[in-house]
């Protein structure tokens, strides 16, 4: 017997009006079916975004702390959860165990920091020119937020868009990937615990044509917060600028780790195997570009192509797997898809490049971790976003060389660099074109508390997470007051 999940609207569970399901996979084993979620439509999207508007004026009228009480509930009710619903989530996309845990658990934090933001200060005081009067700076919520996520990060990223919109006071209606969708639904059974107020959060599932759609173009929504694909982010962008409403696009990368002369090499190249392939490369901050100053070029590859043999693969549920399956069967193919352009353009491949079928890998998406050499910046597998275990090594002259070759693609998320070199250092965090920059450091880590989101076509600009989730959430409104 197979469990079906549900779409959650008003504060009930209910099936989509379609009557259509979606059958949810392993990858690690495709015989293990996690159950069905509804296939949606616009109808269910359109019933959610009601229930949202309904409840925005008693959520927005609660107070700060108030709201914050529920995000604390929340997080407790998350944090008694957290092995189910981690080991949900490896069954769900392939992310090992551990790292869905830590993830799960990064969820748990985010709810504890946006409930205490409802204790924080919402506003400024700004010294009228009229003795008489006083001035200063409110916040409102948006409304209706619509929020869209990808599969790669189930639990945080829904968190991270949700508990700021939450406290902020806007209600909310997410369409979460298809690809994960079972574990968003098993957060929502958290939240419901928690007590939320009907109609303040909505959960819709369904495919992004459909309901995401339907989300994105409805005339009750008053913001967009997306994850996800340069693609589809740039369609929502553009129907939210017809409809005049705020948006947020956190899209692509294809980062990069510049490796100098002074670097410490076995730091580097732990750094790059971690930040490169950990969750099978499919992280949006994940390392994909390996620019090597020539000096250190061989004895760097040497160290990396010795650290990228003992990965084991495996499912992400047993101990002793590093690197779990690609997510689907459509991002598999596509990681093979751009190995084999990489090998046709004249890239050379010194590990891994084929799926991996034999034994007990014969019913999963499984990958070889890959390391391409000599690879060059018009080449595809330089240029385009891959999101699986694929390294691009590319050989630079210099410190210069390496951070031109390093800007000389379309995206702009992370990037670091491994020096001594403290002008090199200070040279990077200046002319890098990146949102998140890391020092001696791999290039996807990110910290909930600060600033998060890209340059250039990795995002639309503004920044998610920490304080900076406010300036989205909210419009200022400037008071002006005579007695
Ligand atoms: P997609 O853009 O394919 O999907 C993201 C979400 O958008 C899914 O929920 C999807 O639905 C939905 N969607 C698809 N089409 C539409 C549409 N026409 N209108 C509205 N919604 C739609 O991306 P992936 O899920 O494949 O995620 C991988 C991408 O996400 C990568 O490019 C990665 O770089 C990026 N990403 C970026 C991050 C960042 O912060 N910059 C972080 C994590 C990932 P459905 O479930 O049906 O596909």
């Known amino acids: 017997m197979v469990d079906s999940f549900y779409n959650y609207i008003e504060g009930q569970w209910a099936s989509s009006t379609t009557d259509r399901w979606t059958k949810v996979i392993n990858p690690a084993n495709t015989d293990d079916v996690l159950g069905n979620v509804p296939a949606s439509s616009s109808k269910d999207a359109e019933k959610a975004i009601l229930a949202a508007k309904k409840a925005k004026t008693e959520w927005k009228k609660m107070s700060g702390p108030s709201r914050g009480e529920y ?9 008694a959860n957290k092995e189910d619903i981690a080991r949900t989530m490896t ?3 392939g992310k090992t165990f551990p790292e869905a845990l830590g993830e799960t658990n990064r969820g748990v934090a985010i709810l504890r920091y946006y409930a205490g933001e409802g204790m924080r200060k919402t506003g400024d005081v700004i010294p009228s020119s009229d003795k008489d009067a006083l001035m200063h700076t409110i916040r409102a919520p948006l409304g209706v937020v619509g929020v869209i996520t990808p ?3 189930p639990v945080a990223i829904p968190i991270w868009k949700m508990a700021p919109a939450l406290i902020y006071g806007n209600t909310v209606v997410i369409k979460p990937a298809n690809g994960a969708c079972i574990t968003a639904i098993k957060i929502f059974k958290c939240l419901e615990e928690a007590g939320f107020p009907e109609g303040v959060i909505n959960l819709v599932s369904g495919s992004g044509s459909e309901v995401g759609n339907a989300i994105t173009t409805n005339e009750k929504v008053a913001g967009i917060t997306f994850t996800g694909s340069d693609t589809v982010g740039k369609q929502i962008g553009q129907e939210a600028l017809k409809r005049g409403i705020k948006y947020q696009l956190e899209m692509g990368g294809k980062n990069p780790v510049i490796v100098t002369k002074s670097a410490d090499l076995d730091l580097a190249a732990t750094a790059t195997v971690s930040g490169g392939l950990k969750s099978t490369g499919q992280k949006c901050t994940a390392t994909s570009r390996v620019i090597v100053e ?15 043999s003992e990965i084991n693969v495996g499912d992400g549920l047993e101990e002793t797997t590093w690197m779990g399956p690609c997510a689907s069967e459509s991002q598999l193919d596509n990681v093979l898809s751009y190995i084999e352009k990489g090998v046709k353009e004249g890239a050379e491949l010194v590990a891994g490049g084929s799926r991996l079928t034999q034994g007990s890998f014969a019913k999963g998406y499984y990958v070889e971790p890959t390391v391409f050499d000599n690879v060059t910046t018009d080449m595809a597998i330089a240029q385009e976003e891959i999101f699986g275990p ?21 995206f702009g998320l992370s990037a670091s660099v491994f020096t001594k070199d403290i002008q ?3 040279d990077f965090m200046d002319d890098i074109e990146a ?7 791999e290039s996807a880590g990110v910290e909930l508390q ?6 250039k076509k990795s995002s639309s600009h503004s920044r998610e997470q920490g304080e900076a989730a406010k300036e989205f959430f909210t419009s200022i409104k400037t008071v002006f007051v005579k007695g």
């Open 71 to 79: 995000l604390y509930k929340a997080a407790e009710v998350l944090d």
């Open 91 to 93: 069954r769900e996309m």
């Open 151 to 153: 599969w790669n990060f």
């Open 294 to 308: 020539k000096d250190v070029y061989e004895e760097f590859k040497e160290k990396l192509l010795q650290k990228v």
């Open 390 to 410: 694929v390294l691009a090594l590319i050989k630079a002259d210099n410190f210069e060389e390496s951070i031109e070759l390093a800007n000389n693609v379309e």
């Open 424 to 426: 090199q250092m200070l």
């Open 435 to 441: 949102g998140l920059v890391r020092v001696n450091a």
């Open 450 to 455: 600060a600033p998060f989101g890209g340059m």
